[in-house]
């Protein structure tokens, strides 16, 4: 899907991120990637970095955020940065979507 113009939600497998995750990757070239997470209620998005700067928006649900040993309770409308190299994770709160865009992409999703 490098590179692909269009890119229909129906037609994107849907991958296991974790216990509770599911991750689909959608659209992306070299320097971005928009990847699509749903999260089960109570689902752990472990802490990691990575060397990416992400911005993650949600889009439904309610998550509590830990970026950079700082947490807040975020919910859908809300939106993250995470720059390069900055430890972060989630604990799902209520069932929801997050929306991450990554610059560059992400080779490791793909």
Not at 6 to 33: C, I, T
Request: glycine letters at 8%; charged letters at 25%.
């Amino acid at each position: 899907m490098l590179n692909d113009r269009w890119v229909f939600h129906e037609d994107v497998e849907q991958k296991p991120a974790g216990p509770g995750v599911v991750r689909r990757v959608l659209a992306y070239s070299k320097d971005l990637m928009c990847v699509e997470n749903t999260f089960a209620e109570e689902a752990v998005g472990q802490l990691h970095h990575h060397p990416h700067t992400q911005i993650t928006y949600v889009v439904s649900g309610e998550f509590e955020f830990e970026i950079d040993g700082e947490k807040k309770v975020v919910k859908a409308g809300d939106t993250m940065l995470k720059t390069d190299g900055v430890e972060h994770g989630c604990v799902c709160l209520k069932q929801g979507i997050l929306l991450d865009i990554f610059n560059p992409m992400r080779e490791d999703f793909v």
